[in-house]
């Protein structure tokens, strides 16, 4: 007999939702994305099957996200997105309406957050908490909150990057910059349309990134060949691109998020500015797999950084930490709503 499932931890993305039920793990791990018919304003498709039509669909259907820089742009469309997520998690036969705690940007507003609330509540939810993400991605990382001791969490995600400095299980400062995977894959995507002359999607420069992308240059370039639209001749076309030519690409990018690392490091109490060089910065989220992305943020700031195992999965899996531990965690980490 299965167990019916009472809570659910969400960790709603710009770019991916996961997620994660107590005792399973990450069950669901899928784009953030819709795909509706234009007409009817009806979703035809969410998640993995929607991210395969971004680009690629005919005049009477759409695929995009519902979610800009972490925070919701289309209400409606995410609730249907929180919908499908929450009941393919629950399954057929799951009768009970589960606690949700969903994460949110470190720099989320009042407004924001209850339209959070909402749109899970609206979506199934029996109760919805919101939670900042910099808590649970440390929480995931495995990094003892609770502590009177200073840990630092970069979380570069797909549309923000949140940096905050966490003592005795609260978030002691933090900042948060709308810079993260999205706007790099633009950036790559603009270098290669002046210098290049190609046209491409968001997806291959993503692909790009992926492949050869690099924060710092390097002796050893990886080079990759794109295939796009030549913008002179409007016919398709490939071209080679090596690492550090991106990494000429992303830098605007990588300067705005090393700002905001320093701004909050500037913004912590001497105490704990100690407490962070001798345990080094923790990065977590999609945006920390960019090569060499933890050299860079040591010439910067002079802090060691690492990082986290999974950094994909730490704010999911802190979100199923701390539903587990829900009555532990209830005074420090949940929003007022």
Known sequence: MALFIRKLGIDLGTANTLVFVPQK????????????????????????????????????????????NG??????????????FISKSLGRFNIIKPDVMVSVPAGVTSTERRAVVEAAMKAGAKSAYVVKEP???????????????????????????DSAVIA????????????????IDQAIADHIKEHLNL??????????KIAVGSAIPVKEELVCTIKGR???TGLPRSADISTNEVV?????????????????????????SADIISESIVMTGGGSLLRNIEELVYRSTGVSASVAND????????????????????KSILLKR
């Open 311 to 330: 950094p994909l999965l730490c704010v999911a899996k802190g979100c199923g930490t701390a539903l587990e531990h829900l009555e532990a965690y209830k």
């Open 25 to 68: 793990g990450v069950c669901i791990n899928e784009p953030s994305v819709v795909a509706v018919s234009v007409g009817s304003k009806k979703v035809l498709a969410v998640g993995n099957e929607a991210k395969i039509m971004i680009g690629r669909t005919p005049e009477n259907i759409i695929a995009y996200r519902p979610l800009k």
């Open 168 to 183: 005795l299980g609260g978030i002691v400062t933090s900042n948060s910059v709308k810079v993260a995977g999205d706007k």
């Open 135 to 161: 808590i649970l991605a440390a929480i995931g990382a495995g990094i003892p909150i609770h502590e009177p001791r200073g840990y630092m969490v970069v979380d570069i995600g797909g549309g923000t990057t």
């Open 230 to 232: 030549d913008i002179l």
């Open 248 to 272: 000429k690409a992303i830098q605007g990018c990588l300067d705005d998020i090393i700002r905001s690392i320093k701004t909050t490091l500037q913004n912590t109490p001497p105490e704990l």
């Open 71 to 84: 925070v919701i742009a289309d209400y409606r469309v995410t609730e249907a997105m929180l919908n499908y």
């Open 199 to 208: 046209a491409i999607g968001e997806r291959t420069a993503e692909e790009i």
